[in-house]
């Protein structure tokens, strides 16, 4: 029996530091390695408007912007 626990600890060691090491190759590697290959635009000087989306969130945000914008300008011409 004691030879089972100690082998069940030293066989979750070993599993603990192989997925340690592969969470580190995967957000080494897998994340900053792609990021030159990512095609979202930085920011310009004097820049007007929204950099290019890179995500389908950031797209609905800027979607939700330029309906509320509309909104806010039609709101301000018949009230004001």
């Not at 626990?5 to 957000?27: A, E, W, Y």
């Not at 390695?33 to 820049?47: E, F, I, R, T």
């Amino acid at each position: 029996m004691v030879v089972f626990v100690r082998c069940c600890l030293v066989l979750g060691r070993i599993v603990n530091l192989f997925s340690f090491k592969m969470f580190f190759f995967i957000n080494f590697f897998g994340v900053q390695g792609l990021l030159p290959l990512v095609s979202a635009d930085a920011a310009q000087p004097w820049q007007l408007g929204f950099q290019d989306p890179a995500t389908p969130t950031i797209e609905g945000i800027i979607r939700f912007h330029q309906d509320l914008m509309f909104l806010v300008i039609l709101i301000v011409i018949f009230v004001g």
